[in-house]
Structures are given as structure tokens and as C-alpha cells.
């Protein structure tokens, strides 16, 4: 029984059924003030007396470790963990949870949405609409279409599942499993359609990565921002390699780079998640985790 901070800026916003399941067990739930991503000293500041944190983006770490005395479990809402540093979660006796079943579905739907929209132009096309010019642009067809799958876990073979109906060739770089059809040097060349749902912090994507992409490819990133080397993500939408990119996650959130500047980037502010159905899966899961750390 205690206190229980809420880090996730919409927590709750579609129904209070993880709430309610929390103040059921005895506890007290806290909500986000400021409905945004917290401060490391607005964090610690949010965990005064917490017994467990239902987690965003916050960055969990020593400081924040330290200055929660009464901090028992972190249950992340989303599957990312890279705000989470484990060791220092180990050395302070807390217990770290995830929810990676329930955004499976949204991520990959949005992926197929912001994949569509590019082929057949829908974004410059409502624009152009919108300014009374009457300007029709050719798109391309998923059908037919070779795309290349880096990362091959849960997101990527639902998104793989999905695009079945439209007649794509579906291609796999992920070394950790069975169906990987070789290196990037050997499967960039032959992708019309780049999609990216690998783990870790790492740049996959160099300026070496780049010269193997077949000009005028299309770039998705639904995974992390720091997959992609920026600079070199830039350089490939001005000079054509890329035709678009889009990308819904970024190295720093909220973003305000160079990307917002060019017309082939298409940004989105991490709202893969961000369907009614998903959150409260996410959000119902993650108070679940938490109630189970809680009591061990």
C-alpha cells in the first residue's frame, strides 16, 4: 500500500480502469503534473514517498534512484527501456517491468499508415489541396514492392502480416533469427522500402549504410531515433538516396532538428501507441506488473 507516481504524460486519458485497478489494491495514484516529459529533478521531485512508478520517458538513473528511498518497482508503459539504467535499478533493490505485447499491433498499423501515405503521396497532395493547387503526383504500389525488414521481433512480423494482402517481397536482416536473408551491404540495394524495428542504441544506419540504398528508396523508423545516423539521414534526403523518410522516434524528444526543415521527412511525435485500445492495454498491463512487483 502507498503512493504510486504516474511518469506517462497521458496516462489515463482514455479511461481510469488501470486507476481504478491500483486504488483496489490500497494505493494511492499520483498523476504527471505538468503533461509532458519529466526532469530528472521534476522526477525525483513527482517520487517524494513513492512506492512504485508507472514510467514514461523519464530518465531512471542513480540520481533518481538515490533521492526515492521508498522507490520498490518501475513499471514502463511501452516497451522501450533505454531511460532505464538496470544496474543502478539492480543496486537499489528495484524492480523494472515492461509491457512489450500490447503496442505490437498499433506500432506496426502505424507503420503500414505512414507507409501508405508515402506511396501514394497523401501528405503533399492534402497540402497542395489545401492551397487550391490542383497538382496530381505519381506515387508507387506496395504491390510489387521488395521491403526490407531490419529487426525481425514482434512489430516487424505483424507489420509483415499486414502487408501480406498487398503482394510486397518481404526481405529480413536480423541475425538473431532463422529467416535472415543475408548482410545489409548484400539487401539494401534491392529495397525500395526500408523498415526499422531493431533494438539497442547503436546507429545501424551510417553514412556506409547509405551508399549501399537504392536511389529514391523510402526510410520508416518506427524503433528508436539513434538507429539512424543524422547527419547522414539528412544528407540522404537532399541529395535523393532517400525519397522519403519518416520517422516517429527521435535521439531527443521533443524534437527540433534539421529533419523539421525538409519536405520528404515526414515526423510524427512518437504516437505509434497512441491508439484508445492500445493505451489502455498498455496502461491496464503495466499497473498489473506493478501490483506483482509490489508484492513480491
Not at 494511492?28 to 512504485?52: C, D, F, M, S, W
Not at 531512471?60 to 516497451?79: C, H, Q, S, T
Not at 503482394?167 to 548482410?183: P, R, S
Amino acid at each position: 500500500m502507498g503512493k504510486i507516481a504516474v511518469g506517462a504524460s497521458s496516462f489515463g486519458v482514455s479511461n481510469e480502469d488501470a486507476v481504478k485497478l491500483l486504488e483496489e489494491h490500497g494505493h494511492t495514484v499520483v498523476k504527471n503534473p505538468y503533461g509532458r516529459k519529466l526532469t530528472v529533478q521534476e522526477t525525483i521531485e513527482h517520487l517524494e514517498g513513492a512506492v512504485g512508478l508507472l514510467a514514461g520517458l523519464e530518465q531512471l538513473d542513480g540520481e533518481v534512484f538515490r533521492n526515492a528511498p521508498e522507490l520498490k518497482a518501475v513499471a514502463r508503459i511501452g516497451i522501450g527501456t533505454d531511460n532505464v539504467n538496470f544496474e543502478d535499478a539492480k543496486k537499489y533493490n528495484i524492480r523494472v517491468s515492461n509491457t512489450p505485447e500490447a503496442p505490437t499491433y498499433a506500432v506496426a498499423e502505424m507503420t503500414l499508415a505512414a507507409l501508405l501515405s508515402v506511396a501514394r503521396r497523401v501528405i503533399p497532395a492534402n497540402e497542395n489541396t489545401h492551397a487550391r493547387m490542383w497538382k496530381k503526383q505519381l506515387g508507387f504500389s506496395i504491390r510489387g514492392s521488395v521491403i526490407l525488414l531490419i529487426g525481425y521481433g514482434r512489430i516487424a512480423r505483424t507489420f509483415a502480416e499486414l502487408l501480406k494482402p498487398f503482394g510486397a517481397e518481404i526481405l529480413v536482416h536480423d541475425n538473431a533469427v532463422f529467416e535472415n536473408n543475408g548482410t545489409l551491404e548484400e539487401l539494401l540495394p534491392k529495397a525500395g522500402v526500408i523498415s526499422l524495428h531493431a533494438s539497442g542504441k547503436d546507429a545501424i544506419l551510417s553514412q556506409n549504410e547509405f551508399s549501399y540504398i537504392k536511389k529514391g528508396a523510402v526510410l520508416l523508423n518506427s524503433a528508436r531515433g539513434t538507429l539512424v545516423d543524422e547527419t547522414a539521414l539528412i544528407s540522404a534526403l537532399k541529395d535523393g538516396t532517400l525519397s522519403f523518410y519518416w520517422g516517429d522516434v527521435f535521439s531527443s524528444e521533443p524534437y527540433d532538428g534539421e529533419l523539421c526543415d525538409l519536405k520528404n521527412a515526414v515526423l510524427t511525435p512518437h504516437i505509434s501507441t497512441y491508439t484508445k485500445s492500445c493505451r489502455e492495454d498498455m496502461e491496464l498491463q503495466a499497473a498489473r506488473n506493478l501490483l506483482k512487483d509490489l508484492e513480491l
